[in-house]
């Protein structure tokens, strides 16, 4: 969502609007992919009228409401790394389909949050003892480099210039989406994704045409089948128009 269906601003683009009910005219169904979690997409997704997404970087995946796949952090687990990030003076978010929980709120937090256009979470710093966690967020500009040697399970993946999303070893986008095609009764149905960051690459390696906006990282681009245009230069809507889906 966040550089791709949603401009610089976080807001929907007339253009893009138009092009999802002209994809719905033509039997395609449109489905969302994003990093962020269920309360955060739920907004777009009623003014999209999309009913089917893959959250959480893969991490949920649900079809017309309904969760189809979901993978579930151990508690121990995030109770060492919440342990490591305090140690270097990081803070964490816990993330479920339900809500965002952070060990505390400093600069880097608020930083993120308005990046992403969102309030800022809660502070529920033993969140991940009483509820599901589904993947977590280390809020860090610098210091990537410490983690990832001592989660060898777990995958650190830049997605803002403020935060690593963290999710376990394997798990991206691209196995969400083959769950929800699995379960849509989707399979051999040509299938195209819409990316702009790290988090998209193994997306871009699952479906058959990969779109990258002009403002998509350098390294992702290099993933695609077709370059469109930007997020706030009807991006979307171009590319939709270059494979005539629309």
Aim: aromatic fraction near 8%; charge should be negative.
């Amino acid at each position: 969502m966040d550089g791709t269906l949603l401009n610089s601003e976080a807001e929907l683009l007339p253009s893009s609007m138009e092009a999802l009910e002209k994809l719905r005219e033509n039997n395609i169904v449109p489905i969302i992919a994003t990093g962020r979690t269920l309360i955060e997409i739920d907004k777009n997704m009623a003014k999209t009228k999309i009913d089917s997404a893959v959250a959480m970087n893969g991490q949920l995946a649900f079809y017309k409401g309904e969760v189809v796949y979901q993978d579930k952090l151990e508690p121990e687990l995030i109770a060492r790394l919440t342990a490591e990030a305090k140690s270097q003076n990081v803070e964490v978010c816990f993330y479920n389909g339900e809500r965002i929980g952070a060990t505390a709120q400093n600069e880097t937090v608020k930083k993120h949050f308005d990046y992403l256009g969102e309030p800022m979470p809660g502070v529920y710093p033993d969140m991940f003892a009483k509820e599901t966690i589904n993947m977590a967020l280390l809020l860090l500009e610098t210091g990537d480099e410490y983690f990832p040697s001592r989660f060898p399970e777990l995958q650190f993946v830049r997605n803002t210039p403020f935060s690593n999303d963290v999710l376990r070893k394997g798990g991206s986008k691209a196995r969400g989406i083959e769950k929800l095609i699995e379960v849509m009764g989707y399979e051999g149905i040509p299938t195209y994704a819409f990316g702009d960051g790290k988090n998209d690459i193994e997306m871009f390696q699952a479906v058959d045409y990969a779109v990258a906006m002009e403002n998509a990282m350098p390294g992702l681009k290099e993933h695609a089948s077709y370059i469109t245009d930007t997020n706030n230069n009807d991006g979307i809507a171009k590319a939709l128009a270059h494979y005539k889906l629309i």
